[in-house]
């Protein structure tokens, strides 16, 4: 059973367009949230990541806002380029370090 | 610095037959952990071990095993494969500085 949440399953965005990624969770143990990247062919390496205490982390175009209350986070990619294209994964750490992962989200930019 | 090294990278074997995936770190992080890949599904956690000597099981341990007598590795054993154990298999260690998991380059498993 997924314990996070992932939408969509994939995107396709126009270069310099805005992409969306949803998560929402359940377990409020989950005290670290995560976004990996992952590009065929290799593991997956950290994107970016917030913590509950936080609404919002930016980091260049790179965006987390976190709802706590509604136990929900997004990834927002601006001005999205086609280097971009890859597969995203929003993550739910616990004890231990262990994360829980959404299904993730193929992007793919379009020139 | 090679971080990560997973072995084989790619492995065809028989459903029954004894596989063993290698994973090798040179950070000596104490956590390490084995996750499975799956169209539709993430990546799911199979087993994962706070130091050496000290393993616990993930959200889908059956039909693996794994051991870590050393801190740098930490093997993951399928005892009698079966084709359901088709998969990408990720290696990762815990890095307190970034405060993240880093994940090897993967073992793509065919399990006939």
């Known amino acids: 059973q997924q314990q996070v949440k992932q939408s969509p399953q994939s995107l396709i965005v126009q270069k310099g367009g805005i992409s969306i990624i949803n998560c929402a969770y359940e377990?409020?143990?989950?005290?670290?949230f995560p976004w990996y990247q992952q590009f065929p062919g290799k593991g997956p390496a950290l994107l970016i990541a917030?913590?509950?205490?936080?609404s919002e982390k930016k980091e260049g175009r790179f965006t987390i806002s976190f709802n706590k209350s509604a136990k929900q986070f997004s990834l927002h990619i601006m001005d999205s380029q086609p280097g971009d294209s890859a597969t995203y994964f929003c993550?739910?750490?616990?004890?231990?370090?262990?994360?829980?992962f959404g299904a993730g989200t193929t992007v793919t930019v379009r020139a | 610095d090679a971080g990560i090294t997973q072995s084989p990278r790619y492995k065809i074997t028989e459903t029954g037959r004894q596989v063993t995936l290698m994973c090798h770190q040179t950070?000596?992080?104490?956590?390490m952990f084995w996750y499975r890949q799956d169209l539709g599904h993430g990546l799911r956690l199979i087993y994962y071990?706070?130091?050496?000597?000290?393993?616990d099981k993930g959200e889908v341990p059956d039909g693996y095993v794994v051991s870590r007598s050393k801190t740098e590795n930490f093997p993951l054993t399928l005892e009698s494969a079966t084709r359901s154990q088709t998969s990408v298999y990720f290696c990762?260690?815990?890095?307190?500085?970034?405060?993240?998991?880093?994940f090897g380059p993967g073992t793509r498993l065919l399990v006939l």
């Open positions: 993550a739910a750490e616990y004890n231990d370090y262990k994360l829980s």
């Open positions: 377990n409020t143990a989950f005290d670290y």
């Open positions: 917030i913590r509950p205490d936080v």
């Open positions: 950070w000596s992080h104490s956590y």
């Open positions: 071990s706070a130091a050496a000597d000290i393993t």
């Open positions: 990762a260690t815990y890095r307190g500085r970034e405060q993240t998991q880093y």
